[in-house]
């Protein structure tokens, strides 16, 4: 419905702008990124999203088409409501988007808000998505992760005895993985699946 907002900034209050566009003051709620660069008084775009409930019509804005496309995209997993993707949007989309493809379920469990099943389930859910809109390989994913050739030796063990891809790759997005051997990235797998 509004792809953006341009106005002049008249208050801030805990995350919440208002922003003047002449007789109308919009509320928008804003991410960190849109709340840091914010001057009272001084012109500012924000990149909107309106969430529509029975109960409320919120807008909730961001500083950029693709900080904004990525809390869409957050919002399109089961369980992750409004909050809990502002939150994740926090981080920053770098950030956000190197928790997910590296299958760090601990980084973004440390998100307020953010449950180690929400982690898991963004993983499991965005991966596949976010590798394919920031034009990543797995080969690329691999490289940015500290124990890469570990990480490897690991999903070629777990597929060589038997396993399927989606299932290691959903084995691991539950697990931190992050400076482990593939050795105890093996066995945390082997474990998670016996649990």
């Known amino acids: 419905m509004y792809n953006y907002i341009i106005g002049s900034v008249t208050h801030v ?13 919009y509320l928008i709620n804003g991410s960190q990124s849109l709340v840091d660069c914010i001057k009272i008084g001084e012109p500012l775009t924000a990149y909107v999203h309106l969430d529509i409930k029975e109960t409320a ?4 804005g961001f500083h ?3 900080e904004r ?3 869409k995209l957050l ?10 993707a502002l ?11 190197k928790a997910i ?8 469990s440390k998100i307020k808000g953010v449950s ?6 963004v993983i499991l859910d965005l991966r596949a998505k976010v590798m394919k809109n920031f034009g990543m390989t797995e080969g690329q994913i691999v490289a940015q992760n500290t124990s890469s050739s570990e990480v490897q030796d690991a999903i070629t063990a777990l597929m060589g005895l038997g396993m399927n891809k989606s299932i290691v790759d959903q084995l691991m997005s539950g697990i931190d993985i992050m400076d482990k051997s593939a050795e105890e990235i093996i066995k945390l797998c082997l474990q998670k699946r016996g649990s």
């Open 13 to 25: 209050d805990d995350g919440q702008i208002t922003l003047n566009t002449g007789a109308i003051g």
């Open 57 to 60: 019509h919120t807008l909730y």
């Open 64 to 66: 950029s088409i693709g």
């Open 69 to 71: 496309d990525f809390f």
């Open 75 to 84: 919002l399109s997993v089961s369980g992750v409501g409004t909050k809990s």
């Open 87 to 97: 939150a994740m949007i926090s981080v920053g989309t770098e950030n956000l988007s």
């Open 101 to 108: 493809t590296s299958r760090n379920a601990l980084a973004l």
């Open 116 to 121: 180690q099943k929400i982690a898991d389930k």
